[in-house]
T-cell receptor, first 112, second 115 residues
Framework: QQQVKQSPQSLIVQKGGISIINCAYE??????FPWYQQFPGKGPALLIA?????SEKKEGRFTISFNKSAKQFSLHIMDSQPGDSATYFC???????????FGSGTQLTVLP | NAGVMQNPRHLVRRRGQEARLRCSPM?????VYWYRQLPEEGLKFMVY????????ESGMPKERFSAEFPKEGPSILRIQQVVRGDSAAYFC?????????????FGAGTRLSVL
């Protein structure tokens, strides 16, 4: 079954701290791994994405770490801010299929 | 450049009625995807369409649900004879022509409530 397992379900971090969200996948055919950010009442917005030929990608305060052998990838949010409080979803797809398989989401709360 | 537009934003239907959800992709995008999100859960893929073609409907329930993306006009997700279990947020996403990265841009969703 094509699953993406995400943890933790919820996360509380102090302002300025590091938020870490983890995902694991089963299907080795997956070749694209995006992270989406969703605010209440809004649609998911693409945050950052990675392909399996690199082990890390950084964009501003957001970094994806990718471990192909362990079939795991994670999102790190450095210097977390209250405005980062949202639900974060990892996802995966394989080129020909096009559909995204989503994790169950992590509700992040950054305390001021 | 307007984003993915979905309407209505909220839809209330009684059991047995029909629900029609509309999605206009971003300008220049010819690929449309529909996802369903139940409360406290992630998004689940339903169907992938290109203009006038259903490419992958592996996530669509076998009965009561249908989707189309006509040559002109928005993509439509149609749910016939709605039941309470259909209550969810339905998101549409679009992407440009096939490329190396499957970047999908999402609309704000339609929240369907079945009474």
């Amino acid at each position: 079954q094509q699953q993406v397992k995400q943890s933790p379900q919820s996360l509380i971090v102090q302002k300025g701290g590091i938020s870490i969200i983890n995902c694991a996948y089963e299907n080795t055919a997956f070749d694209y791994f995006p992270w989406y950010q969703q605010f209440p009442g809004k649609g998911p917005a693409l945050l950052i994405a990675i392909r399996p030929d690199v082990s890390e990608k950084k964009e501003g305060r957001f970094t994806i770490s990718f471990n192909k052998s362990a079939k795991q990838f994670s999102l790190h949010i450095m210097d977390s801010q209250p405005g980062d409080s949202a639900t974060y979803f990892c996802a995966a797809s394989k080129g020909s299929a096009r559909q995204l398989t989503f994790g169950s989401g992590t509700q992040l709360t950054v305390l001021p | 450049n307007a984003g993915v537009m979905q309407n209505p934003r909220h839809l209330v239907r009684r059991r047995g009625q029909e629900a029609r959800l509309r999605c206009s992709p971003m300008k220049g995008h010819s690929h449309v995807y529909w996802y369903r999100q139940l409360p406290e859960e992630g998004l689940k893929f339903m169907v992938y369409l290109q203009k006038e073609n259903i490419i992958d409907e592996s996530g669509m329930p076998k009965e009561r649900f249908s989707a189309e993306f006509p040559k002109e006009g928005p993509s439509i997700l149609r749910i016939q004879q709605v039941v309470r279990g259909d209550s969810a947020a339905y998101f549409c996403a679009s992407s440009p022509r096939l490329g190396q990265e499957n970047i999908q841009y999402f609309g704000a969703g339609t929240r369907l409530s079945v009474l």
